[in-house]
């Protein structure tokens, strides 16, 4: 018996692994990395530090190509912290009622320095108060689920809002005043 041979061809997956492997010019490491980081950024906005970590995954690219294409992406206006950190938390807290610890969970996530995350949640919640923002994410749990009559549905309800990042004081006082209105409600004489 003879056994076949089979003309193998590298498929185009190798070969695009084969040229990402071997090491370009610094002129073309730059170009590709500039590109990029314009269609990760054209994917969604991202902070500087998030995009440089992002575009050093890859094998091809290099500390002095990644600063430069940061460099010229910012003199462009297309990455800048502080912006990047103001539209975030506005957008976040706009999309659903959150506290100011899930909001700073987020920036940090997002790997914005800690001051530029710290003015952009002050600006935040200057322009719309925590106060509010429990008040309706009270409103949509009750319409939901209805007012907590239990101890258990008010334990859930308790929950929720510190999952949301809500203070501990800010949610206790929220939910006893609920609690209070609920019983005041049922405890009203009927004429």
Excluded: C
């Excluded at 003879?2 to 590298?10: H, I």
């Excluded at 590109?35 to 500390?63: F, G, H, M, Y």
């Excluded at 009622?97 to 997002?110: E, F, H, S």
């Excluded at 952009?120 to 509010?132: F, G, H, S, V, W």
């Amino acid at each position: 018996m003879y056994k076949q041979r089979r003309n193998r061809r590298p498929t185009k997956l190798r070969v695009d692994e084969e040229a990402e492997q071997r090491p370009l010019d610094p002129q073309k490491a730059r170009a590709r990395t500039l590109q990029r980081a314009v269609k990760l950024l054209a994917a969604k906005p991202r902070s500087i530090a998030e995009l440089r970590e992002r575009l050093l995954e890859k094998e091809w690219t290099n500390e002095e190509a990644v600063d430069a294409a940061i460099a010229k992406l910012s003199e462009y206006g297309y990455v800048n912290d502080e912006q990047f950190a103001q539209s975030f938390a506005a957008s976040r807290v706009r999309q659903k009622p959150i506290g100011r610890t899930r909001l700073a969970r987020d920036l940090q996530m997002k790997k914005v320095p800690k001051e530029l995350a710290d003015a952009a949640i002050k600006a935040t919640y200057e322009e719309t108060p925590e106060e509010t923002l429990i008040d309706d994410a009270i409103g949509k749990r009750v319409r939901l689920r209805g007012r907590p009559e239990t101890r258990e549905e008010t334990k859930s309800l308790f929950d929720h809002l510190l999952r949301r990042g809500f203070s501990y004081d800010l949610v206790i006082r929220k939910v006893r005043d609920l609690s209070s209105s609920s019983i005041d409600e049922t405890d009203a004489p009927e004429e």
